[in-house]
């Protein structure tokens, strides 16, 4: 990284840090108030857009007419970055609700924010805790708010799509939500799991066709939903991000 680079890294990562820092002190006095939903999604919406101005990442979303005469779906994503969180606050149209792992709750006042927000933490290590966190999705769909699950339960290592788990099919057969697979592209190239710095790039929310709800709990039923979701979001990787098993 070159002196300009740094000096621009280390500009646009404090202009990050108090961006956060300020959204993330609203929420939590939205929360000591106890503020209704709307108030959070609309604070997550412009924390993500002025994040992504900040970082220099810019989005270009295909396929918003896949979502056209829904109430409220469940987003099935591709998950690469840290960065993916913002870029699908900032581009998807509706209210959503992302599970998230519980240990992002460390991360000093955005972990406190999301901790204090409506997103569903998940702790996949607690069966328990992580059926409760499915049941919570369950009533958030149910009530018209939508919700993202990254299904592989944590960040690509190298950017290409991994193997799905289980749960965000359990929750489309328990909420009879429909389906919504998003590829997402580029922002592994932003900042991949392995890396502590970022660079201002380019990325594509690829919006894929809508899957049925399934109207019945069926393990071999969600175990076909996952395989074609995992499918759709495959086909529309580039091939550097598809799983090598298909290459």
Known sequence: MGCTSYIGFVARSLAI?????????????????RLKHEFYFSLAKQWSSALLYCAG?????????????????????NHTSYFDIPILLASLPDNVRIMYRRNLEKIPFLGWSMKASPFIAIDRDDPRNAMKSIQEAIGAVQSGESVIVFAEGTRSKDGRLGLFKRGAFL?????????????????????????????????????????????????????????????????????????????
């Open 57 to 77: 990442v810019t989005v270009t979303i295909k396929g918003l007419d896949h979502l056209q005469g829904l109430d409220s779906r469940i987003y099935i994503v």
């Open 171 to 247: 929750l489309a057969a328990r909420s009879k939500k429909p389906i919504i697979p998003i590829a997402l592209i580029g922002a592994y190239t932003i900042m991949p799991k392995s890396g502590i710095f970022f660079k201002p790039g380019h990325t594509i929310l690829s919006i894929q066709e809508r899957f049925p709800s399934l109207q019945q709990e069926d393990k071999q039923a969600e175990k076909i939903l996952m395989d074609a979701v995992h499918e759709s979001i495959r086909i529309a990787l580039p091939i550097d991000m598809q799983p090598s098993t298909h290459l």
């Open 17 to 33: 840090i108090l961006v956060t820092i300020a959204y993330s002190t609203l929420t939590l006095l939205g929360f000591a108030c």
